[in-house]
Each structure stands twice: as C-alpha cells, then as structure tokens.
C-alpha cells in the first residue's frame, strides 16, 4: 500500500542531485494532490568575513536567493502543481531544515539531495545524512 502525502518539503541548492530531488518531489506531489513547499538555504559561512559585515552584500545574496527559488515555484506550476510555496532561510542547511523549517511547514516528507552544490562541509559530512538522522519526518533522499 503506498504512502500518500499532504504537505512535501524539497530542498534545493542546484547540485544535481538536488535538482533530481525537485523532479521527484514534483512527480510525487503531482500524484498525491499534495502541497510542495521547496526552501533553499542562504548559507552565510559561505561568505567571507566582509561580505557577512555588509548589508548590502547579504541583502543581494539573498534577494538573488529568494529570485531564483520563485523560479522553482514557477516550473513546478508549469508542472500543474496549484500549492506551491517557496521558502528561503539563513543558517546550516541540515540544522535550519530540521529544526526551524519542518516545525514551521509541517510536512509529511521531506526530499533531498544526497550532495551539497557547495561549501566545505559537502567533503566532511553529509547534510543529507543529518537531516536524515535528526528529522522528525520521513526523509528521502535522492541521488
């Protein structure tokens, strides 16, 4: 017997495997009429000490951040999706994810990628396998 889904949470950074996961997550909320939120995460340590002090610098990253993720919002009602919400949070992937974003959204599922686009921590551990140990939810991850 399958699982049917209300709410779905993808998380996105443009890594392949994280675009594998937004195809499946819209297939998935294609088939169980469910609400698709996808989130991306602005990553702050991924900007030097200056970038991080300017209000500036931070403000464009996250507004080009919060642009690019209504691109995603847009595919997925191309897609004839009719709930969908786009999320943009600031912290460490896994951890904004598990303990900030699925309190909020309260999905069923959460897909992700199995690799980060970038950052260092993609070579010294998986955010994948964070999210995987510590969500309260069911977790697929794609690869």
């Known amino acids: 017997m399958a699982t049917k889904f209300n709410r779905i949470l993808v998380g ?9 996961a937004f195809e499946y997550a819209l297939h998935q909320a294609k088939r169980d009429d469910a609400e ?4 991306s995460v602005l990553e702050s340590d991924d900007m030097s000490v200056y970038e991080a002090l ?11 951040l ?6 995603y919002q847009r595919q997925a009602k ?3 999706l009719t709930k ?3 999320l943009v949070a600031d912290g460490e992937p896994g951890e904004t994810i598990v303990k900030d974003v699925i309190p909020h959204v309260q999905p069923d599922l959460l897909i992700i990628g199995s690799e980060a686009k970038k950052g260092v921590r993609r070579h010294f ?6 999210m995987a140990k510590y ?9």
């Open 12 to 20: 996105v950074d443009d890594s392949a495997d994280a675009l594998l």
């Open 54 to 64: 300017s209000k500036d610098f931070v403000h464009g990253e996250r507004q080009a």
């Open 36 to 39: 698709l939120y996808i989130v």
């Open 135 to 143: 969500s309260p939810i069911s977790v697929l991850v794609i690869r």
């Open 66 to 71: 919060e642009q690019h993720i209504q691109d």
């Open 125 to 130: 551990g998986s955010q994948a396998a964070y």
């Open 78 to 80: 191309e897609a004839g």
């Open 84 to 86: 969908v919400h786009a």
